[in-house]
């Protein structure tokens, strides 16, 4: 069993990362990513790093075969938008909900593939993962099916830095929200909305 520094759910590219990756350059790290053409690019991008574990695989509540969609990498362009190849996600209209009128993606911009998902208990037991230092989650609205498998007496996780804006639908905040913000809080943890996209959860080991 080992110490992770990182664990990142829906890394991307891993561009973005970098700078997180160097404040554990001590430890294990692993980034999860199921888009084929992003995880090229991840493994490309964290080369250099000899303590990182790229995973090409999605991450949900369940164990089954699935259909993942995400946005085609020739429609990245012409959308205009560099953060549409983050966009993927077990719900077709998941991603046919973000558009508006700067955003005109249609049904022909979004490919799919058949996928094995896997839940986080799985990573952590192929991983033979003991702690981690910060667990980063940004899965476009299957956040909630993940945080709400997770035995967080099982696992010590410090920071949990995870997106909310589509807990309860696309761009929809309500009552799963609230119930993850109820169990890190009765778990322990302090919660800070950093954003408008992002809120962290800290552990605070003195009250436990």
Known sequence: MSNFGLVVLGAHTGEYLVNEINLFKNK?????????YNFK?????????????????????TNKAIKFY????????KLGKHWASGIGSFNKNHILDHKYKRF???????????ITSVTFNDLVKEYSILSIEKLQIDVEGSEYNIMSSINLDEIRIDKILFEYKHFDGTFKEGKKLNEIKKKLLSSGYILNKIDGENILAEKNFNNT
């Open 28 to 36: 294990k790290n692993l980034l999860v990513e199921p888009v084929p």
């Open 41 to 61: 690019k991840l493994i490309n991008n964290t080369k250099l790093f000899n303590n990182i574990i790229c995973c090409n695989k999605a991450v949900s509540d």
């Open 70 to 77: 995400f946005v085609k990498e020739n429609s990245i362009k």
């Open 104 to 114: 005109k993606i249609e049904d022909e911009d979004i490919e799919s593939i058949e």
